[in-house]
């Protein structure tokens, strides 16, 4: 899961983007389990009527830093995220972790998970 680091957070100001009642989440399913697990998450969230819709990102291994820039700004606009893991081949020529990128240009420095209750979802 992806959350939006505190200083982000504090510069914005922004309430988290809600369309019809309905919170807007970016996802990305990544690659590997991602796509079956993301799946899963979306029928639980169903079943039990959260409030949410989910901006759906397909990206894989493959993708350069002008993809992963779209990732960035759709995670910035939702300020909420569940994103899966993007493959890395560390020993090709040209290496370049996507999931490194992405953590660095979100200023997410450790793996935080920040839950919150919504109004109307029994937790």
């Given at each position: 899961?992806?959350?939006?680091?505190?200083?982000?957070?504090?510069?914005?100001?922004?309430?988290?983007?809600?369309?019809?009642?309905?919170?807007?989440v970016?996802?990305?399913?990544?690659?590997?389990?991602g796509?079956?697990?993301?799946?899963?998450?979306?029928?639980?969230?169903?079943?039990?009527?959260?409030?949410?819709?989910?901006?759906?990102?397909?990206?894989?291994?493959?993708?350069?830093?002008?993809?992963?820039?779209?990732?960035?700004?759709?995670?910035?606009?939702?300020?909420?995220?569940?994103?899966?893991?993007?493959?890395?081949?560390?020993?090709?020529?040209?290496?370049?972790?996507?999931?490194?990128?992405?953590?660095?240009?979100?200023?997410l420095?450790?793996?935080?998970?920040?839950?919150?209750?919504?109004?109307?979802?029994?937790?």
């Open positions: 899961m992806v959350s939006i680091s505190r200083a982000m957070a504090t510069e914005e100001h922004l309430p988290p983007t809600v369309y019809g009642g309905q919170h807007l970016t996802a990305v399913p990544g690659d590997g389990i796509p079956e697990m993301l799946e899963h998450v979306k029928s639980i969230f169903k079943y039990v009527q959260v409030p949410v819709r989910f901006e759906e990102i397909r990206v894989g291994h493959d993708i350069d830093t002008a993809e992963c820039d779209l990732v960035i700004e759709s995670i910035r606009r939702n300020r909420v995220a569940l994103k899966g893991n993007l493959e890395t081949h560390k020993f090709r020529e040209g290496y370049f972790s996507k999931n490194h990128y992405i953590r660095e240009k979100l200023d420095f450790a793996s935080v998970t920040r839950c919150h209750s919504l109004n109307g979802v029994p937790t």
